[in-house]
């Protein structure tokens, strides 16, 4: 009997394995880097940053992952950083809270990132992922990004921001 016990628990850990192996197969990430503009003239609060449209290569990212569209069954944002490009000497003083959307024709508005803190006196930050289900919108030809900042002061320039994110992308392999 105990021998039967520990049979059952080995397979049932190696199956555990083995799932996860299977998942890690057909996982892969999109990464994409877009640019935020700041004007120096946005008063403190909040901030009414332009929204960028993005044109995917989504169709192709899953071809080059030997998967198609309607096999992906699971799609997260992974991570964002946004890094100060521009000008050099400038940090996140000037930002006190910041959320990141994403949106497309047809589907509703929704956060995928968020910082409520920011560092002081760095020009680099990751912002945290609500892990929300992303399939719909990478899926499609174009999306776009909203970004929400609240200015805890005013800048002296326009500031330009890059906006690196990755998605982790996992395919049904049937």
């Known amino acids: 009997m105990n021998l039967l016990r520990i049979a059952f628990a080995v397979l049932l850990a190696f199956a555990a394995v083995a799932c996860d192996a299977v998942d890690d197969l057909f996982t892969f990430y999109i990464e994409e880097e877009e640019t935020i503009e700041v004007k120096s003239y946005f008063p403190v609060g909040l901030a009414p940053i332009v929204p960028i449209k993005v044109t995917t290569n989504s169709s192709e990212d899953f071809k080059n992952n030997k998967t198609q569209a309607e096999l992906v069954k ?23 809270k910041i959320e990141i ?5 047809g589907k509703s508005e929704v956060k995928i990132a968020y910082l409520d803190q920011i560092p002081q006196n760095v020009n680099l930050i990751q912002l945290v992922s609500t892990n929300a289900e992303l399939d719909e919108y990478i899926k499609d030809e174009s999306y776009t990004i909203i970004t929400r900042a609240t200015l805890a002061r005013a800048v002296a320039n326009d500031v330009t921001i890059k906006a690196n994110m990755r ?4 395919a049904d392999p049937l």
């Open 167 to 170: 998605f982790k992308v996992t």
């Open 74 to 96: 699971d799609v997260t944002l992974n991570r964002l950083h946004l890094e100060i490009t521009d000008p050099q000497t400038e940090n996140f003083n000037f930002l006190s």
């Open 101 to 105: 959307y994403i949106s497309a024709e």
